[in-house]
C-alpha cells in the first residue's frame, strides 16, 4: 500500500524515505554527528522542488532522541550542535560578511495555548533579545558580545484575526533584519520522530501545511530577507498511524470502507501523551541553540 497517498509531513526527510530514486537536482546524505544523525536533502532545482513539493533550498534533519530525561549535559551538546548547524545555515542565506552585525529577528509561530502548537512561542520567551539594548545603551550592548536580536510572536489567525505571515512582515519592514528565524511546529509521519527531531530549512517554512491548513508562507521572496525556519514534529495525522499499523501487518491494501474514510480526510492528528514536557525540553534546547548561533564571543570565521 502506498503510505503516501495518506501521508501528510512537513519533514523532507520523510518524503525522501518514500523516494525509490531521487529526481534531478536533489542530493540527500547522512552524517552521525555525537550522538545525533543528520538527514541532509538539498533542492537545487526548480524540477526538483516540483516534485519534492518544496522550496529549493537545504533541509536538514537532526534526530536528537526522546528529550525528555535528557541531562543538563545532553541538553547542552544538542544545543551546541544546532548551534552550529545554525550559523553555517546563516552563512549560506547571508554571505556578506558586512551585514553580520545586522539584527535578527526570531519569530515563535503557533498557538500558545495549545501545547502541541507552543514551540515557537515557547522558544521566543527564552531568547536573549538584545535590539532595544543596541538603541537604548550602545555601550552596554558592545559589552555583551551578542547580535542584536529582536523577536515577536504573532500569535495564530483565529486569535488575531491577522494572518501571521502579515504581522512578520510589517516587522521585517520597520526592522530591516539580516535574517528571519522562524520557529514552528511540525507534523511527521513517523510517530518516532515526534519531539525527537528538529528540522532546519532555508528553504522558509508555510505553516499549517502539514495538517491541512496552509497559511502564507515565510521565504526570502515573502518576506524580503532570508529566512531561516527551525520545526519540531509534535503531531501526526491519525491516517497515516493506521496506514502505519496496517503495513506492519502485512495488509497490503485497506477494506474499501476504511480506504474511503481515509482518503476522505475523516482523520485527526495525535501527539505524544508527554509532549507537554518534552516541548517545554524541546524549547529550552532551541532557545539555548539560537542564543549561541548570536553569540560573538566564539569563533565565527
Not at 525522501?16 to 536533502?41: A, F, I
Not at 537545487?44 to 518544496?54: C, F, N
Not at 544538542?78 to 553580520?100: H, V
Not at 495564530?156 to 516587522?171: C, D, H, N, P, R
Request: charge should be negative.
Amino acid at each position: 500500500m502506498p503510505k503516501n497517498i495518506f501521508c501528510r509531513t512537513d519533514l523532507a526527510a520523510e518524503w525522501r524515505e518514500e523516494q525509490t530514486e531521487l529526481p534531478q537536482g536533489v542530493r540527500y546524505s547522512e552524517q552521525q554527528l555525537g550522538k545525533s544523525r543528520v538527514l541532509t536533502l538539498v533542492i537545487e532545482s526548480p524540477q526538483g522542488a516540483a516534485l519534492a513539493g518544496r522550496a529549493m533550498g537545504c533541509y536538514q534533519t537532526v534526530e536528537l532522541g526522546g528529550c525528555l530525561h535528557f541531562s543538563e549535559s545532553e541538553k547542552e551538546e544538542c544545543a551546541a550542535l544546532l548551534c552550529s548547524l545554525i550559523i553555517q545555515a546563516e552563512r549560506a542565506l547571508c554571505p556578506k560578511k558586512e551585514d553580520a552585525g545586522g539584527c535578527v529577528l526570531v519569530a515563535g509561530l503557533g498557538n500558545r495555548a495549545m501545547t502541541a502548537d507552543a514551540v515557537g512561542p515557547l522558544t521566543v520567551e527564552r531568547v536573549m533579545v538584545t535590539n532595544h539594548v543596541k538603541q537604548l545603551d550602545p555601550s552596554l550592548f558592545k559589552s555583551l558580545h551578542h547580535r542584536a536580536v529582536a523577536a515577536v510572536c504573532p500569535g495564530v489567525l483565529g486569535q488575531t484575526g491577522i494572518e501571521s505571515a502579515l504581522i512578520v512582515k510589517q516587522m521585517v519592514g520597520a526592522l530591516h533584519p539580516r535574517l528571519l528565524l522562524v520557529v514552528d511546529a511540525l507534523a511527521a509521519r513517523s510517530s518516532a520522530r515526534l519531539c525527537s527531531t528538529v528540522q532546519l530549512s532555508t528553504g522558509g517554512i508555510a505553516p499549517g501545511s502539514g495538517v491541512g491548513n496552509d497559511r502564507p508562507a515565510f521565504t526570502k521572496e515573502s518576506m524580503g530577507v532570508p529566512v531561516l525556519a527551525l520545526g519540531v514534529p509534535t503531531v501526526v495525522d491519525s491516517s497515516t498511524l493506521v496506514a502505519d499499523a496496517l503495513e506492519q501487518a502485512g495488509i497490503g491494501d485497506p477494506p474499501p470502507a476504511l480506504r474511503s474514510v481515509l482518503e476522505g480526510g475523516k482523520s485527526f492528528f495525535v501527539s505524544p501523551k508527554e509532549v507537554d514536557g518534552a516541548v517545554e525540553v524541546l524549547a529550552e534546547i532551541l532557545a539555548k541553540a539560537i542564543d549561541g548561533a548570536m553569540d560573538l564571543g566564539g569563533d565565527r570565521s
